[in-house]
C-alpha cells in the first residue's frame, strides 16, 4: 500500500467523522429549540383542604374550567363577579362534592355490613366443600399407594426394555405429601372487591346558583327595610348598631324559610353541598321599628363605594344612608364630606341619607367641629341634592334620645324611598322638630 492511498483513506475518514459530528451538532441545535420553546399548556391543578375564603369549612367546590378545589359551599355564593379567586380566570361551572350527611351514612354502613356478611358465608361453604373434596383425594391416594406397594414401578419408573410403563401411578404419595393434602386448603372463589362509596359528578352553572341566591335575598329583602352606617373610621359604627339594637329589639325572631321550605324550593342534586339561602340571611331584619321589619349593617367607606359603583340590574341600593363622623376630628368631617359629594355628584345616588355629627370623649379637642361648620358645609349643597337630615351631638350623653328620633327617622324616610305613603309622616316631616341635645335641620 503506497503512501498516497492510505493518505486519501485518512482523508476520507476525517471527513466522514467531520460530518458526522456536524450532524450531532444540528441534531443537538434542534433538540435545544424544542425544549426552548416548550410551554405549559395548562396551569398545575390546586386543591385546599379548606375553604381559602373562610377557613371553616372543607373545600367541596371544584371552579371549572380551571379546575381550582379552593371554595366551600358557603363562600362559593359570594362569587358574584364569577371569577377565580387563585387565577382570576372566568368560572363557568363548578363541580360539587356533596358531603355525607347522616342518613346517607347510615344506609351506606348497613349496605357495606349486609354485604359484608353475605361474603362470610360464601366464604365458610366454599370452604367446607373444598375440605370434603381433598378428604376423598386424600383417602383414594392413601387406596392406591396400599395396592401399588409392591409393584416393580414404584421403584422404577421404566419399564423392562427401556420404554415408559403406561399402567400404573408414576410416583408414590409420601407422609409429607399426603399431610400437605389434608392441611392445605384450595384456592376458594376470588372474592368481591368491597363496595366504596364514589361521589357522584355533579357539574352545575354556577350563574344558576348565583340566580338562586339573588331570588332568595330579593324575596328578604322586599319584606325588610335596608340601612346602612358608615362613615370615618374615628366613629364607632358597629356601637351604634348595637345601640339601636338595644332600644328596637326584634319582638319575634323573623325566620324566612322552614326546612320543609327549604327542601321544596332548593335543588336536591346540590342542597346538601351549597346553601343557597345562606347569602339571604345577611338582610334578615335586626331592629324592630314601629312594627317595621329593619336591617342596619356597618359598613366601612370602601364597601359602600363598592355596592354603589356595581351597576348591576341585580343588585338592590339601601333604602337610606347614614354618614357619620366625629366632632372632635376635622380629617373625619372631610371624609364625611367628600363621599356625599362621591354619592350625589359622580354615582347620581338618590337614595335617602343623613349626616351624624358625633362628639368623641377620647378624640382631641383642639381638632374640634363646630355646629356653624357643619352647618355651613350642610348649606353650600344644593337643595334638590341636599342630605334629608342634619343630627349634631357633641356630647355621647344625648345619644340614647337621638337614636329614638333617628329610628323615626329611618322608617319614615325608608317607607319614602319605596313609594309607601303615610300621612302622618308626611305631616311630621313638614315641620322639623328637633330632639333635647341635638339639631336637626
Same mark, same amino acid.
Given at each position: 500500500?503506497?503512501?498516497?492511498? +492510505?493518505?486519501?483513506?485518512?482523508?476520507?475518514?476525517?471527513?466522514?467523522?467531520?460530518?458526522?459530528?456536524?450532524?450531532k451538532l444540528d441534531n443537538l441545535e434542534d433538540i435545544t429549540f424544542q425544549v426552548e420553546n416548550v410551554s405549559p399548556t395548562k396551569e398545575e391543578k390546586y386543591s385546599s383542604?379548606?375553604?381559602?375564603?373562610?377557613?371553616?369549612?372543607?373545600?367541596? /367546590?371544584? =371552579?371549572?374550567?380551571?379546575?381550582?378545589?379552593?371554595?366551600?359551599?358557603?363562600?362559593?355564593?359570594? %362569587?358574584?363577579?364569577?371569577?377565580?379567586?387563585?387565577?382570576?380566570?372566568?368560572?363557568?361551572? +363548578?363541580?360539587?362534592?356533596?358531603?355525607?350527611?347522616?342518613?346517607?351514612?347510615?344506609? #351506606?354502613e348497613e349496605k357495606l355490613e349486609q354485604k359484608k356478611g353475605q361474603d362470610i358465608e360464601v366464604e365458610d361453604s366454599f370452604r367446607e366443600a373444598s375440605l370434603r373434596e381433598? *378428604?376423598?383425594?386424600?383417602?383414594?391416594?392413601?387406596?392406591?399407594?396400599?395396592?401399588? @406397594?409392591?409393584?416393580?414401578?414404584?421403584?422404577?419408573?421404566?419399564?423392562?426394555?427401556?420404554?415408559?410403563?403406561? *399402567?400404573?401411578?408414576?410416583?408414590?404419595?409420601?407422609?409429607?405429601?399426603?399431610?400437605? /393434602?389434608?392441611?392445605?386448603?384450595?384456592?376458594?372463589?376470588?372474592?368481591?372487591?368491597?363496595?366504596?362509596?364514589?361521589?357522584?359528578?355533579?357539574?352545575?352553572? #354556577?350563574?344558576?346558583?348565583?340566580?338562586?341566591?339573588? $331570588?332568595?335575598?330579593?324575596?328578604?329583602?322586599?319584606?325588610?327595610?335596608?340601612?346602612?352606617?358608615?362613615?370615618?373610621?374615628?366613629?364607632?359604627?358597629?356601637?351604634?348598631?348595637?345601640?339601636?339594637?338595644? %332600644?328596637?329589639?326584634? &319582638?319575634?325572631?323573623?325566620?324566612?324559610? @322552614?326546612?320543609?321550605?327549604?327542601?321544596? =324550593?332548593?335543588?336536591?342534586?346540590? =342542597?346538601?353541598?351549597?346553601?343557597? $339561602?345562606?347569602?339571604?340571611?345577611? $338582610?334578615?331584619?335586626?331592629?324592630?321599628?314601629?312594627?317595621?321589619?329593619?336591617?342596619?349593617?356597618?359598613?366601612?367607606?370602601?364597601?359602600?363605594?363598592?355596592?354603589?359603583?356595581?351597576?348591576?340590574?341585580?343588585? !338592590?341600593?339601601?333604602?337610606?344612608?347614614?354618614?357619620?363622623?366625629?366632632?372632635?376630628? #376635622? !380629617? *373625619?368631617?372631610?371624609?364625611?364630606?367628600?363621599?356625599?359629594?362621591?354619592? !350625589?355628584?359622580?354615582? &347620581?345616588?338618590?337614595?335617602?341619607?343623613?349626616?351624624?355629627? #358625633?362628639?368623641?370623649?377620647?378624640?382631641?379637642? *383642639?381638632?374640634?367641629?363646630?355646629?356653624?361648620?357643619?352647618?355651613?358645609?350642610?348649606?353650600?349643597?344644593? %337643595?334638590?341634592?341636599?342630605?334629608?337630615?342634619?343630627?349634631?351631638?357633641?356630647? !355621647?350623653?344625648?345619644?340614647?334620645?337621638?337614636?329614638?328620633?333617628?329610628?323615626?327617622?329611618?322608617?319614615?324616610?325608608? &317607607?319614602?324611598?319605596?313609594?309607601?305613603?303615610?300621612?302622618?309622616?308626611?305631616?311630621?316631616?313638614?315641620?322639623?322638630?328637633?330632639?333635647?341635645?341635638?339639631?336637626?335641620?
Amino acid at each position: 500500500m503506497s503512501l498516497e492511498t +492510505v493518505h486519501e483513506e485518512s482523508s476520507e475518514t476525517t471527513e466522514k467523522q467531520n460530518q458526522l459530528e456536524k450532524l450531532k451538532l444540528d441534531n443537538l441545535e434542534d433538540i435545544t429549540f424544542q425544549v426552548e420553546n416548550v410551554s405549559p399548556t395548562k396551569e398545575e391543578k390546586y386543591s385546599s383542604e379548606y375553604c381559602i375564603a373562610c377557613y371553616d369549612h372543607p373545600a367541596n /367546590i371544584m =371552579l371549572l374550567p380551571c379546575e381550582h378545589k379552593i371554595l366551600c359551599g358557603y363562600c362559593v355564593t359570594r %362569587l358574584d363577579d364569577q371569577l377565580c379567586p387563585f387565577c382570576r380566570n372566568h368560572v363557568e361551572t +363548578v363541580r360539587i362534592f356533596p358531603r355525607f350527611h347522616a342518613g346517607f351514612t347510615q344506609q #351506606l354502613e348497613e349496605k357495606l355490613e349486609q354485604k359484608k356478611g353475605q361474603d362470610i358465608e360464601v366464604e365458610d361453604s366454599f370452604r367446607e366443600a373444598s375440605l370434603r373434596e381433598e *378428604s376423598f383425594s386424600g383417602l383414594a391416594a392413601l387406596g392406591n399407594v396400599s395396592s401399588y @406397594s409392591r409393584s416393580p414401578s414404584l421403584h422404577s419408573s421404566h419399564s423392562i426394555g427401556g420404554e415408559p410403563s403406561s *399402567s400404573g401411578p408414576k410416583r408414590s404419595v409420601s407422609l409429607r405429601n399426603f399431610k400437605r /393434602i389434608f392441611t392445605t386448603p384450595r384456592a376458594s372463589q376470588k372474592k368481591e372487591p368491597k363496595e366504596e362509596y364514589i361521589p357522584p359528578k355533579i357539574v352545575v352553572s #354556577l350563574s344558576n346558583i348565583l340566580e338562586e341566591c339573588k $331570588f332568595h335575598e330579593n324575596e328578604v329583602i322586599e319584606k325588610t327595610f335596608q340601612v346602612l352606617v358608615t362613615g370615618s373610621d374615628d366613629v364607632d359604627k358597629e356601637g351604634i348598631v348595637h345601640s339601636l339594637q338595644d %332600644l328596637f329589639p326584634v &319582638k319575634k325572631p323573623y325566620i324566612p324559610w @322552614s326546612p320543609e321550605e327549604k327542601s321544596k =324550593l332548593g335543588h336536591e342534586e346540590y =342542597l346538601d353541598a351549597i346553601d343557597t $339561602f345562606q347569602a339571604a340571611e345577611d $338582610f334578615v331584619a335586626n331592629l324592630d321599628i314601629q312594627g317595621a321589619p329593619v336591617r342596619v349593617t356597618a359598613v366601612n367607606l370602601w364597601e359602600l363605594l363598592r355596592i354603589m359603583r356595581t351597576g348591576k340590574a341585580d343588585v !338592590r341600593h339601601p333604602d337610606v344612608v347614614i354618614l357619620s363622623c366625629d366632632t372632635h376630628s #376635622l !380629617r *373625619s368631617f372631610r371624609e364625611m364630606l367628600a363621599l356625599d359629594e362621591v354619592l !350625589r355628584e359622580r354615582l &347620581k345616588c338618590t337614595t335617602p341619607r343623613f349626616w351624624a355629627v #358625633l362628639g368623641n370623649e377620647t378624640s382631641d379637642p *383642639s381638632d374640634q367641629i363646630s355646629l356653624e361648620d357643619a352647618e355651613f358645609a350642610f348649606k353650600e349643597i344644593p %337643595l334638590d341634592r341636599r342630605p334629608q337630615d342634619f343630627f349634631f351631638l357633641p356630647e !355621647r350623653g344625648k345619644f340614647c334620645s337621638w337614636y329614638i328620633e333617628l329610628g323615626k327617622e329611618i322608617i319614615t324616610h325608608a &317607607k319614602s324611598a319605596r313609594g309607601i305613603v303615610d300621612k302622618n309622616e308626611t305631616e311630621r316631616l313638614e315641620d322639623h322638630v328637633g330632639c333635647l341635645g341635638c339639631t336637626i335641620i
